[in-house]
C-alpha cells in the first residue's frame, strides 16, 4: 500500500526523523489557518503548497508552488484542489488533487551551502538484505542520475539479522560529503529513517529531496512509503493510511469481494481459480492472438456469489469483448462455479460480450449440465487449446 507524502513524514516524525513541516488541507480556508499555523509556531514567511497525490514528478508538474502570505497559500490551494496532476509517474490520465501540504519553505537563505541528497532504503530480494541507497545527487529522479551519473549513487547493504551498524552511518554520511553539525544530524537522521523503515514494516522509504539546509540543519523535504499490506493487519494507525481516491475502483470492489484482481490493458476477460493458471491462462490468451483485460483470481473457495461479483467486475471495463473462465476443479467445485455462471447471468442482464467457459474437474459432468439445462449462450470448452481457438473465434 502506497500512502502519502504528508503520511509518510507522519511516521518518520514518531521515530525523531526531522522533516520540512507542514499541515494538510482539503480547502483553500484551511490552508490559510494552517499557513497562520505555522506562521505561529514555526515563523515561516515563504510557504510552499504540495499536491499530496501517489505520484511523484509533482514538482515538474505544477504540483509543488510557493506562496509569499497565508492568503496567497489559499490562493494557491484552491487552485491546485480539484486539479487533474499529470506527471510522468501518473500516466497521461493524471490524478485528482483532494488535499495539499503547506509546508514550510526550507530552501532559505539563498541556493548557497543548501545541497539536495537522495535516500531510500528498500529490499534486495535477491540477497536477502536491505539496502540504503542514497546519492549526492538528489531533487531528480535516481532513474536519471543512475543513467547519466552511477557513480554518484552508494549502497549500503543491512543483513536483517545484524541490523544497521554505527560505522555504516558514518560511512553514509562521509560519502555524501558532510561536516561537523551537518555530519552528527546525518547519523541521527538515517538512524531515525532506520527505525521508521523496520518499525512501520515499509518495504520501500524513499526520500528525495534529503536537504541539508544552509544552516546545517538535515531534513526530509519529500517522502515515499511503501508499505507491506500483508503487515498491516499489526499496523491498525498505518492501514487507516489507506486513501481510496488513489486507487483504481474496481480494484478496490474486487478486495472488497476477496477477489484478487489486476486491471490491464487487453480485450480478453478472464475468470480463473488460482494464480498459476491464471497466468498460465493468460499466456494462452496472448498465444491465440488475444490480450488479456485482467487477471482474475477467484480463489481456492469460489462459489456462485464470487463469480458473479467476478462477471461485474470483469464486465465494468468497457475494452472486454470476450470473457474467458478457466475454472479447474479441486477443492472448488466446477458445479459450484457453474451455478455462479447461470445466476451472473440471470441478475446482471444482458451480458452481451461471448463467454467460453472450461470447467475441468471435481463435479465437471454435473456443471456441464446445469450450463446446457439453463439455456445460456455460452460457449463450452474441454481443452486448453480448444480454449484458446474459441477466445481467437469469439474475437473475430
Ligand atoms: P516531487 O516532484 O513529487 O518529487 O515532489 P518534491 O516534494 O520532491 O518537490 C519537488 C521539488 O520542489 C523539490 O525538488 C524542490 O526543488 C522543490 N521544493 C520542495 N520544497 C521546497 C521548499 O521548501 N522551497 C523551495 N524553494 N522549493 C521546494
Ligand atoms: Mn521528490
Known amino acids: 500500500m502506497n500512502i502519502h507524502e504528508y503520511q509518510g513524514k507522519s511516521i518518520l516524525q514518531v521515530y525523531g526523523v526531522p522533516v520540512q513541516e507542514g499541515f494538510i488541507a482539503e480547502n483553500a480556508e484551511q490552508a490559510k489557518v494552517v499557513a497562520e499555523e505555522l506562521q505561529k509556531k514555526f515563523g515561516t514567511e515563504i510557504f510552499v503548497i504540495k499536491a499530496q497525490i501517489h505520484a511523484g514528478g509533482r514538482g515538474k508538474g505544477g504540483g509543488v508552488k510557493i506562496a509569499r502570505s497565508p492568503a496567497e497559500a489559499a490562493d494557491v490551494a484552491s487552485r491546485m484542489i480539484g486539479m487533474t496532476l499529470v506527471t510522468h509517474q501518473t500516466g497521461p490520465a493524471g490524478k485528482i488533487v483532494h488535499k495539499v501540504l503547506v509546508a514550510q519553505d526550507v530552501y532559505y537563505k539563498g541556493e548557497s551551502d543548501i545541497r539536495e541528497f537522495y535516500m531510500s532504503i528498500l529490499l534486495d530480494r535477491k540477497k536477502a538484505k536491505y539496502v540504503i541507497m542514497y546519492s549526492t545527487e538528489g531533487g531528480m529522479d535516481i532513474e536519471e542520475v543512475a543513467d547519466k551519473n552511477p557513480g554518484a ?223 445460456l449462450k455460452v460457449i463450452a470448452a474441454t481443452t486448453f487449446t480448444d480454449a484458446a481457438a474459441k477466445v481467437r473465434n469469439a474475437l473475430n
Not at 276 to 301: C, E, H, K, Y
Open 153 to 375: 549513487i552508494f549502497t549500503e547493504e543491512i543483513d536483517p539479522g545484524v541490523g544497521l551498524q554505527d560505522f555504516q552511518l558514518r560511512t553514509i554520511a562521509f560519502n555524501l560529503g558532510l561536516k561537523g553539525k551537518a555530519f552528527k544530524e546525518m547519523l541521527s537522521f538515517v538512524k531515525g529513517m532506520w527505525d521508521a523503515y523496520i518499525s512501520s514494516d515499509a518495504s520501500l522509504m524513499e526520500i528525495n529531496p534529503l536537504l541539508k539546509t544552509s544552516d546545517d540543519r538535515i531534513l526530509a523535504v519529500d517522502c515515499k512509503v511503501t508499505l507491506d499490506d500483508n503487515s498491516l493487519f499489526r499496523h491498525p494507525e498505518l492501514a487507516a493510511m489507506r486513501d481510496l481516491n488513489e486507487e483504481d475502483p474496481t480494484e478496490v470492489e474486487a478486495t472488497d469481494n476477496n477477489l484478487n484482481y489486476v486491471k490491464l490493458d487487453g480485450d480478453v476477460g478472464c475468470m480463473v481459480n488460482g494464480a498459476g493458471l491464471a497466468m498460465a491462462t493468460m499466456d494462452l490468451i496472448q498465444l491465440s492472438g488475444g490480450r488479456p483485460a485482467n487477471f482474475l483470481d477467484v480463489g481456492g473457495g469460489a462459489n456462485a456469489r464470487t463469480v458473479e461479483s467476478g462477471f461485474r467486475i470483469i464486465l465494468k471495463d468497457p475494452n472486454v469483448k470476450a470473457i474467458l473462465v478457466n475454472i479447474f476443479g479441486g477443492i472448488v467445485r466446477c458445479d459450484r462455479v457453474a451455478a455462479g455462471i447461470v445466476e451472473a447471468y440471470k441478475t446482471i442482464g444482458n451480458i452481451s460480450v461471448p463467454v467460453i467457459v472450461r470447467l475441468q474437474g471435481t463435479n465437471a459432468d454435473e456443471a456441464k449440465e446445469l450450463i446446457e439445462a439453463s439455456g
